[in-house]
């Protein structure tokens, strides 16, 4: 079996329009990036967690978790973060402790660098990986190049059409290292990895064979559109399910109210079928190594929609080379995949 191809940046994937003549630089500032999490259900008010809203300023969650863990002296087993957000930002995040008969500490005596608690809440269920509705985010781009027009122009297509769902450049490692490392874990030549370490390298292979697959759909401008087929999933929601012939699907794809899916591969067979199947099979082809791998590791077919739908998109100009953007994305996508088709990034520190 041949090697998989190692990219080390994004930019060989498929732009939708074009790669964007304007360039910008994003988090001059941590302020620059500001992240607000969304939950999709109220907090119950009692129960043996403690949940507190923390508002965190160049600091690494993993890290803020452990302190708070010190903080409130349990395990930092015992802290629940829905996910890791970025360290060069202003955050705004749930985390959860698990204190069992146990008083609230004393908010006034948490003393963190970067790290306020700005309220608390008690809730019956620690805070899960992966429990949030959404994020919020702001982002300010700073020594914008370029026409104005274009750029509105961009982004008035972003807000009717949406953006590709592809994964971000965290997700592959420093310097997309995470991808070579899974071609070395699933030939066995990794010595005894950390879980998380393994899972990141799975995870990588995993979605990068995802981008491929959505890289190609937008060559052949069908990203956005129902091919015969096709697996759909409907927006707000992580349900989908196979094209059976129903000539209203492609409409309501047209409408946004289904995005087409692309392989999270895994083992067993493809729910695609025809057009879409042929296209998801050619990239996978590329990647046997990986493929074999995620086959034997037992993974179950998945999907991911291909299209993400910013709600909410606004934007103003506080100055001529200031342009500064909010819009809401569904938990799971990319911030930085946003602005990769508005602008060119001159200094790209990741989503």
């Not at 953006?163 to 070579?180: A, S, T, W």
């Not at 990647?287 to 590791?297: D, F, T, V």
Request: proline share 6%.
């Amino acid at each position: 079996m041949s090697d998989p191809l190692y990219p080390t940046d994004l930019h060989a994937l498929a732009y939708v329009d074009g790669l964007p003549p304007a360039r910008a630089v994003l988090k001059a500032d941590p302020a620059d990036f500001v992240v607000e999490e969304q939950l999709a259900y109220s907090l119950s008010g009692e129960g043996e967690h403690l949940w507190v809203w923390v508002e965190k300023i160049g600091q690494n969650t993993d890290w803020v978790a452990k302190q708070l863990a010190k903080w409130a002296s349990i395990a930092p087993k015992n802290v629940g973060v829905a996910g890791k957000k970025d360290r060069q930002a202003v955050t705004y995040q749930w985390m959860s402790l698990h204190l069992p008969g146990q008083a609230d500490p004393a908010v006034e005596t948490l003393a963190i660098p970067g790290v306020r608690i700005l309220k608390t809440q008690r809730h019956h269920r620690k805070l899960q990986t992966g429990g949030l509705s959404g994020n919020r985010f702001t982002l300010t781009l700073r020594k914008v190049t370029g026409e104005a027009a274009e750029l509105e122009t961009r982004l008035q297509r972003i807000r009717e059409q949406g953006v590709p769902n592809y994964f971000g450049e965290q997700r592959f490692g420093n310097g997309f290292q995470n991808l070579p490392k899974a071609t070395q874990l699933f030939q066995g030549q990794l010595k005894a990895p950390k879980r998380h370490q393994k899972s990141l390298y799975i995870s990588a292979a995993r979605s990068w064979i995802f981008n491929e697959i959505l890289s190609r759909r937008i060559e052949q401008g069908c990203w956005n559109r129902a091919l015969p087929g096709d697996v759909f999933q409907l927006q707000g929601s992580q349900k989908w399910f196979a094209d059976d012939g129903d000539p209203s699907l492609a409409e309501r794809v047209e409408a946004m109210d289904l995005h087409p899916t692309g392989a999270l591969t895994g083992r067993g067979v493809l729910p695609t079928q025809g057009e879409a199947f042929q296209l998801e099979q050619t990239v996978m082809a590329r990647h046997p190594i990986w493929q074999a791998g995620l086959e034997k590791l037992g993974l179950k077919q998945e999907r991911r929609a291909l299209r993400v739908w910013p709600k909410a998109l606004t934007w103003q100009w506080p100055d001529a080379e200031t342009l500064a953007v909010s819009f809401e994305l569904p938990a799971g996508s990319y911030a930085t995949m946003v602005v990769r088709e508005l602008v060119q990034l001159e200094t790209d520190l990741g989503s």
